[in-house]
């Protein structure tokens, strides 16, 4: 039987579970230099929610197994990614007394542990703002002298029995979640730049099953939308018109696929694999293939743009930042500038060393490696008093 090496407090494990494939990197916390990765179907999951709870532990079991063969390590405990329709993204204000008139610690703990919801956990709880009395567009309160605190958050909120199902999952996996992170704000960590962040950008994030717009300002994760369509929409639709098997139509939306027509697409033919008992193949004009395609792309473009419509956010929405696997298709550039009339930037993730090259499809991943380190700078404004951002971080983004 192979002996493992032990895994130490220098290791970092990042377990992303999209609703087509899973992934399991693990790296150096240091450098993040790549140890073992794992990659495998998604089973039992799906736009994030679990529909077989069996099956989806069969997939984790392998996923981590194969990474723990790679790495020679046991995966023991995980930062978990996450998407899906099913995250709530909510405006809470709160307020609570200032017991000897000082604001402290314990009065800052007090505030944030009255967010609280009877069906929902708190993924993110992201402060926007503090005041101590009259005083407003408080970072750091601590210290301050006052009668009452309040408060200013976003919050992302989860089911509490789906939470603790996926609690429950990874544990018969022998696996403890660390943390649990949403794959838009996780994404966010390994494409934004930081000036994106403190001036304002939208991050389009688009998987298999969903997509997600991850909204930022002054360095904070000010909103959250989540589409439930996203690539797998494309190749059905694919699969339908062409009359071919799903895997099939897959395949050639990645080879032969692209959102936009150019003139040299109305000459061009592309091999389509037939269903049926004897299956063959036979030739398709690749313009009747993008038509498929744009007209899809379309669709979900313009439901981006009434999610960017209906956002607070006007200035975060005037600069658009792709990626995603689903991201990855040509022309997409050309037809969201079209629709969505901002500035459009396809995002490619933070090279990490020894990482397998990256267009965006595994962004996520790379981002749960990351959220350790730079979790706090995306969803608070850095204050000027050390020591809070650490109990904060310990507080406030408990999962």
Sequence with gaps: ??????????IRVGLDLGSSKICCWMSHADDLSLLGTGHGASRGLWEGQITGFHALT???????????????????????????????????AFRTPITDRTVTDRTLRNLIHS?????????????????VD??????????????????????????????????SCLKSCQVRVTDLVFSGYASALA?????????????????????????????????????????????QDIARVFETPIMHAERIKILYGAAFMSAQDLHETIPI????????????????LIH????RSEELCALFKKSMEASKFPIACQRIVFTGGGSQLLGLKELAQRVLKGSIRMAK??????????????????????????SENLSIHRPSKPGFLSWLKETVFRS
């Design 1 to 10: 039987m192979k002996a493992f090496r032990r895994l130490s407090q220098s």
């Design 58 to 92: 069969e997939a984790l079991t392998k996923v981590i197994y194969e990474t723990e063969q790679h790495a020679n390590m046991q995966v023991r405990e995980a930062t978990v990614s996450l998407s899906g329709a099913f995250f709530t993204s909510d405006y809470c």
């Design 115 to 131: 967010i609280v919801h009877p069906h929902l956990s708190p993924i993110h709880i992201v402060p926007l703002e503090f005041w």
């Design 134 to 167: 009259q005083q407003h567009n408080i970072t750091d309160p601590r210290g301050m002298i006052g009668k009452e605190l309040g408060g200013h958050f976003h919050v992302l909120w989860m089911n509490t029995g789906r939470y603790q199902t996926l609690f």
């Design 191 to 235: 494409c934004l730049d930081p000036d994106e962040q403190e001036l304002g950008v939208t991050l389009i994030d688009i998987g298999a099953s969903s997509t997600s717009l991850t909204f930022f300002m002054h360095q904070k994760m000010v909103g959250v939308s989540v589409i439930p369509f996203g690539g797998h929409a494309i190749t």
């Design 273 to 288: 694999l037939t269903m049926g008992e004897r299956e063959t193949t036979t030739k398709a004009q690749r313009s009747l």
């Design 292 to 295: 498929v395609i744009q007209a």
């Design 349 to 374: 993730p933070k090279i990490l060393p020894g990482a397998p090259k990256s267009s965006g499809e595994f962004s996520s991943v790379i981002g749960t490696l990351l959220h350790p380190q730079h």
